[in-house]
């Protein structure tokens, strides 16, 4: 448990708020000053990110992840979206280490399996991982009828 300065934490939570509101550009500016004060704690850095990367930065977006990776680097949230953010930028290989990171310390963190499955679907052609990903996302998620669609089409691909 790491004690935060009301001011931070009252910053962090307003910062969320202007995401929810789509007011990344404002939810950037404050989230710069929460993380000058604050830089134990991997969310404000995931969530700079994320704000970062909606307005069009993403490289400050990849530091930012990678900060928040460097203090924890398991999170589910900094992994999937930096997975996400080198998937669109064609390192798929980098983008299936930061998914597995997700999984391997969170395996039920959805996010990351559904789209680790997706990589190795559409972009590495490994069909074992994405029937894996995709088999077990519905484990936890058995009405996802795109993922079941999804499942079908690969077993029909690779013969099964």
Same mark, same amino acid.
């Given at each position: 448990?790491?004690?935060?300065?009301?001011?931070?934490?009252?910053?962090?939570?307003?910062?969320?708020?202007?995401?929810?509101?789509?007011?990344? *550009?404002?939810?950037?500016?404050?989230?710069?000053?929460?993380?000058?004060?604050?830089?134990?704690?991997? !969310?404000?850095?995931?969530?700079? *990110?994320?704000?970062?990367?909606?307005?069009?930065?993403?490289? *400050?977006?990849?530091?930012?992840?990678?900060?928040?990776?460097?203090?924890?680097? +398991?999170?589910?949230?900094?992994?999937?979206?930096? +997975?996400?953010?080198?998937?669109?930028?064609?390192?798929?290989?980098?983008?299936?280490?930061?998914?597995?990171? !997700?999984?391997?310390?969170?395996?039920?963190?959805?996010?990351?399996?559904?789209?680790?499955?997706?990589?190795?679907?559409?972009?590495?052609?490994?069909?074992?991982?994405?029937?894996?990903?995709?088999?077990?996302?519905?484990?936890?998620?058995?009405?996802?009828?795109?993922?079941?669609?999804?499942?079908?089409?690969?077993?029909?691909?690779? +013969?099964?």
């Amino acid at each position: 448990h790491v004690d935060v300065d009301s001011d931070v934490e009252a910053d962090f939570n307003q910062a969320v708020i202007l995401m929810n509101e789509d007011k990344y *550009a404002q939810a950037v500016e404050l989230l710069n000053t929460v993380v000058q004060r604050e830089q134990r704690l991997p !969310a404000p850095f995931v969530n700079l *990110a994320i704000a970062q990367n909606k307005i069009g930065d993403k490289k *400050a977006a990849e530091k930012n992840l990678i900060k928040a990776l460097k203090l924890d680097i +398991g999170h589910p949230v900094a992994n999937n979206e930096l +997975g996400l953010l080198y998937r669109k930028t064609g390192k798929f290989n980098a983008a299936r280490t930061a998914y597995q990171n !997700a999984i391997k310390e969170h395996p039920d963190y959805l996010p990351a399996k559904r789209n680790l499955g997706v990589l190795c679907d559409l972009y590495l052609h490994d069909y074992d991982c994405a029937l894996e990903q995709f088999e077990d996302y519905l484990e936890l998620v058995p009405d996802d009828k795109e993922v079941v669609i999804w499942v079908a089409d690969v077993k029909r691909r690779i +013969g099964k």
